[in-house]
């Protein structure tokens, strides 16, 4: 009986995206590999039905490629059988993305669960072929840097997510610290599930950012869960960090929420020290109290102006006068709009001065603190609804942060029913210059940032909240 030929990797493929697949393969063979693809192996004449079949049983791995157009009839029935042999035997599945791919479809989702390669600049990318390497082999090329035996830091995160680049440049800043850590992305090989590799080595990680961007949470999605339980049974360090680009207030997994986090939605670079305090133990020479002395680039306002016309009740010319302290302190002229890293990067010690000259002249209804507080309040949930929350995680998909600015703008008056049956924000020239004015109505922030797109607002005025939030603890 003639011994079947056993081959490291089976090559399944959209027709479509041959000529690009079979340059991979051919430099696959050129690494001392033994590739199965069609054109080579099903002989003319031949049922090519029996013999995929009969290769499927004799491979050691299996590449999926996704191209443009998807995968083709024959690839999903490939496909299916790959996974099928994963469960019984472990073989490797690899997912493999195509130039013009940026990432796996929604409809393959099952493919999701392994970590996958990634041609998005060209398929002679010498990183991701000896990616696609290390997967079919599941060893390391010579050229890649060897398994550390210990790694500083695990960063589990949501794989999903456009958050993946920050979570990435992250971890190559911590690499130039020298710390070293784990990333899913760099220490699984394709074709494996994270969860086999990192309970292989869970021991020889000293602590755990957990980066919680959009939902769902890392522990939701990537079925961390047991993990997080782990690393808190170890008694590790666990580092709740707040990406960016979250807008509302996370709830945080139980482990973390008495946890001191790490926010990156304020300034990036005191934020990124704080990481390296949580994983190395060793405080960072920049502190919070000379956060403020450190931006050379704010120009600092006197704000005695404000203060006269406050005094007197000028409220209109109070508010223009905050528009041009505020605008005026990012180097900004009176003719252009703040931006929302201008906010999120602004002079505590003028934002403060502003807030407590609104509150004592308007004695306690105007302010941004006044407003940060029905901010909190008209978004705070009822007791029974932080329960289903804590016991089954949040199910809500539609709650958002342009919901509750529209919501917020009804409490302060800045947006209310004009015409009947429709509800417009109110102009400018419309707006109550006086103490009859609804609780939280001046300053009106939505002039600082105006002719900007009404998505942008929601974020704008968050990024105002969690600023003065911020600064607020810094006088602490």
Request: net charge neutral; glycine share 6%; charged share 25%.
């Amino acid at each position: 009986m003639i011994e079947r030929p056993e081959f490291d990797v089976f090559l399944a493929h959209n027709s479509q995206d041959k000529p690009q697949v079979k340059a991979i393969a051919a430099q696959l063979k050129r690494r001392g590999l033994k590739v199965w693809i069609d054109d080579e192996q099903i002989l003319p004449g031949r049922p090519f039905q029996d013999v995929i079949q009969q290769a499927i049983l004799n491979v050691k791995s299996a590449a999926i490629f996704i191209g443009p157009q998807g995968p083709g009839s024959w690839e999903v029935l490939e496909m299916r059988t790959f996974i099928s042999q994963f469960v019984d035997t472990g073989l490797p599945v690899i997912p493999i993305l195509l130039p013009g791919v940026g990432e796996l479809p929604e409809n393959l989702l099952f493919l999701r669960q392994f970590n996958w390669v990634s041609f998005a600049s060209g398929i002679n990318n010498v990183g991701s072929l000896e990616k696609l390497v290390w997967g079919i082999t599941q060893q390391q090329p010579k050229t890649s840097s060897q398994i550390c035996k210990h790694f500083d830091v695990f960063l589990c995160h949501n794989e999903n997510e456009k958050d993946l680049s920050e979570v990435e440049q992250i971890a190559k800043q911590l690499e130039d610290r020298g710390i070293k850590p784990w990333l899913a992305k760099s220490e699984v090989p394709p074709g494996r599930f994270l969860e086999d590799v990192l309970a292989d080595q869970i021991a020889q990680i000293h602590s755990v950012a957990i980066f919680i961007g959009s939902k769902p949470y890392p522990w939701q999605e990537n079925k961390m869960e047991f993990f997080i339980e782990k690393f808190n049974e170890l008694k590790r360090d666990m580092i709740p960090v707040i990406l960016p680009n979250v807008l509302q207030e996370p709830e945080l997994h139980i482990h973390l929420q008495r946890r001191t986090r790490v926010d990156f939605r304020q300034d990036k670079a005191e934020a990124f020290n704080y990481l390296v305090w949580g994983i190395t133990g060793i405080k960072p020479e920049t502190s919070p109290n000379n956060l403020e002395e450190d931006n050379s680039s704010v120009q600092e306002v006197n704000c005695a102006r404000l203060e006269e016309l406050l005094a007197v009740g000028k409220w209109q010319e109070a508010d223009l006068e905050t528009k041009k302290i505020m605008l005026e302190s990012c180097g900004r002229k009176l003719n252009e709009k703040l931006k929302i890293d201008d906010i999120r990067n602004f002079s505590c010690e003028t934002l403060c001065t502003i807030d407590e000259l609104w509150v004592k002249y308007s004695n306690g209804r105007f302010g941004f603190s006044v407003q940060n507080k029905i901010w909190h309040q008209m978004r705070e949930k009822p007791f029974w609804q932080k329960m289903k929350t804590k016991f089954f995680g949040n199910s809500d998909k539609n709650e958002n942060e342009k919901d509750f600015w529209y919501i917020f703008g009804e409490r302060v008056g800045w947006y209310h029913e004009l015409n009947k049956g429709q509800k417009k924000w109110v102009q400018y020239k419309d707006m109550t210059f006086n103490m009859n004015a609804l609780q939280g109505h001046l300053p009106c922030c939505r002039e600082w940032w105006k002719r900007s797109y009404p998505e942008h607002e929601p974020k704008r005025f968050c990024a105002l909240m969690l600023r003065i939030e911020k600064c607020q603890e810094y006088q602490l």
